[in-house]
């Protein structure tokens, strides 16, 4: 698949397969997270793997699913994902990397989807919990959580119909997700042309 056909069609997946994972593949992806744009190329983003079972059942307790749907996409036990890359910045490198975060997480995502893995960016989560699970220390933010596994939904993205962008499940329990469409967003040369 080319790399518009991956952007297009990467959805985040909330039910995932039980099947391991390579700890290889994961360090591939911080590893394209790490070739991300940093503003002013000051780096103060760590990354943090998380594969082993124990940990990743404690750390599902800290994470939350799917909120306009409620409780239908909290993982059951045998849907929750494999392993998670948790990223974390040193806020005596830069006091604030949201923006450097989110464009190496979606380096994470879509590099996920190339290997066919699944991938959910968390961002509301319980970040002192986190922290103290994982031992980080006190001069890390944790920024977010990703939740990664083989997928076992296909979510799909349709066009926006009005200002609604809340996304839903159907009858069939398929997770439609509504994006705006192009001619609502898009500007040429001058805004409102
Ligand atoms: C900053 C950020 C935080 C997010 N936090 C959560 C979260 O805590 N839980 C969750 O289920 N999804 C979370 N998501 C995923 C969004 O719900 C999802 O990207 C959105 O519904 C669009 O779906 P798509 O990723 O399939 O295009 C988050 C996404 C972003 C960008």
Redesign the pocket.
């Known amino acids: 698949m080319n790399i518009i056909d991956l952007i297009k069609n990467r959805?985040?997946i909330?039910r995932f397969r039980q099947e391991k994972l390579d700890r290889d593949l994961f360090v591939e992806l911080v590893e394209t997270a790490r070739c991300a744009p940093a503003g002013a190329n000051i780096q103060s983003l760590e990354y943090i793997i998380v594969d082993e079972p124990g940990v990743c059942e404690k750390l599902f307790d800290f994470?939350?699913?799917?909120g306009h749907v409620k409780p239908k996409?909290d993982p059951a036990p045998d849907q929750r994902p494999v392993a998670y890359i948790v990223v974390i910045s040193d806020t005596e490198i830069k006091k604030e990397a949201s923006v450097d975060a989110a464009a190496a997480i979606e380096n994470i995502l879509l590099a996920a989807a190339s290997s066919g893995v699944g991938s959910?960016?968390?961002?509301?989560?319980k970040r002192e919990q986190i922290a103290e699970l994982l031992g980080i220390n006190e001069k890390y933010k944790v920024d977010?959580v990703i939740a990664l596994g083989k997928p076992a939904e296909t979510?799909v993205?349709e066009d926006a119909k009005g200002e609604d962008t809340k996304?839903y499940l159907d009858e069939k329990d398929v997770l439609h997700?509504p994006k705006r469409p192009l001619k609502k967003i898009l500007h040429i040369n001058k805004f409102g042309s």
């Open positions: 959805r985040s909330r994470l939350a699913w799917a996409r959910c960016w968390l961002g509301l989560i977010s979510p993205m996304y997700v």
